[in-house]
């Protein structure tokens, strides 16, 4: 195998040693999912995969909260989607929204800046229909 594992022979290992790997990965700051596993009732590991451009290797991620930096009052379990990293106080929401976001592969989700536009449609865009599909495709 290669060193280190390229992220599309995650399952083989998965499969191999009847494990459940998430990867994600981080860059300005942010860490964002970059593998979710599709398997649910094996053991979990969590792994960020740090890159430059020479050289890439995996950690494992031992407190998701300290991670993502979650310090809050409230000093209680949280429950993290590893498709999207929202957060759930509660296992029975996370289940539930689970549902809906497994359907979607991982998603790098950034919310725009005050004042910051990420993406303008210009109106011959939406005139369209099919420039109106090309913006929108997944
Ligand atoms: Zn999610």
Known sequence: MECPLPLNKIPIVERLNNLRINVFGYEENEVFPLYASKRVDEECFNLLLIAN????????????SRLLGDLTKHK?????????LHRFA????????????????P???????????????????????SSLYHLCGF
């Not at 451009?53 to 407190?63: D, G, K, S």
């Not at 993406?119 to 865009?125: F, G, K």
């Open 53 to 64: 451009e020479e050289t890439q290797h995996y950690c494992l991620i031992r407190n998701m």
């Open 76 to 84: 209680t379990k949280h429950h993290y989607c590893y498709r999207c």
């Open 90 to 105: 509660k296992v029975e929401i996370l289940k539930e929204h689970l549902q809906y976001c497994s359907e979607h592969s």
């Open 107 to 129: 998603q790098h989700i950034k919310m725009p800046e005050k004042g910051e536009k990420f993406y303008q449609i210009s109106e011959r865009a939406l005139s369209t229909s």
